[in-house]
């Protein structure tokens, strides 16, 4: 019998771990555009470059950045005592659930042109090519526009995801992590899509907006309109 090379199945676990969150980050933005048009019984136009930006991101996070910072936190906090599960999940929350989410809803943002002042579109909207902004002063617009949601974003991260784990590191065997973090990551990651585009105070209003005769939003737009992974344990993703 042919024996698996170590290095060959860590490579395997890397590429379940990136297609899982890719596909995490692509269902979570399609769904994002399903909310954003407000229809329950027609089907949203989707945007391919958006949902390819979402999917991209899912890759470089899934497949890079969340495993090491999950394989950082099992080498700095072994075992599952009280002790170590609370620092697992300050870590997590610090890392993953701060810099994680900012860095997520900063970068969608961005690729989907970066925010900019009511002036600059103004002078947009005209052909000012002169007055439009730099891609440095559309990161300064688009870092204050994430400021400004960040709060909500946090508040609602904390009654997710610090319970999440406190499941998953204290409770949950290592062979059923995946699917069960994959489910609460999906909803996550809508909430994360639509909240890069449409800002926390669209959360509420988009609820109580009023549908038009054929079930979708009079005013909805075209559609313009994402956390976790481990490698040992299994691919956790939020």
């Known amino acids: 019998l042919l024996v698996p090379d170590p290095q060959w199945r860590r490579h395997m676990a890397t590429v379940r771990e990136a297609a899982t969150a890719v596909f ?7 769904a994002a555009q399903q909310i954003e048009y407000g229809s329950v019984d ?8 958006r949902t390819g930006g979402a999917s991209a991101l899912g890759f470089i996070w899934g497949g890079v950045v969340s495993p090491s ?5 099992e080498r700095l906090f072994p075992g599952r005592s009280p002790a170590s599960v609370a620092k ?6 610090v890392f993953l659930g701060n810099l994680g989410n900012w860095s997520m809803i900063f970068s969608r943002r961005m690729l989907a042109g970066g925010q900019t002042t009511d002036a600059a579109q103004e002078a947009n909207a005209k052909g000012d090519a002169e007055a439009v902004p730099s891609l440095l002063e559309r990161a300064r617009a688009t870092a204050r ?6 709060p909500t974003v946090i508040s609602h991260d904390i009654k997710v995801w610090p319970p999440t784990d406190l499941i998953v590191f ?26 890069a585009s449409q ?8 609820a109580a ?20 992974s481990s490698s040992r344990p299994p691919p956790l993703h939020r």
Do not use: M, Q
Request: proline share 6%.
């Open 24 to 30: 995490i980050f692509t269902v979570g933005d399609v």
């Open 42 to 49: 027609t089907l949203a136009p989707i945007s391919a470059e």
């Open 69 to 73: 910072v999950y394989k950082l936190n």
């Open 88 to 93: 697992k999940i300050l870590f997590s929350f």
């Open 145 to 150: 526009s994430v400021n400004a949601d960040f």
């Open 170 to 195: 204290s409770l949950v065997p290592i062979r059923l992590r995946v699917a069960f973090v994959s489910s609460v990551s999906v909803c996550w990651h809508t909430y994360i899509s639509f909240t």
């Open 199 to 206: 800002g926390t105070s669209a959360v509420p209003a988009e």
């Open 209 to 228: 907006t009023a549908l038009d005769h054929g079930g979708a939003r009079a005013d909805a737009p075209p559609s313009l309109l994402v956390r976790r």
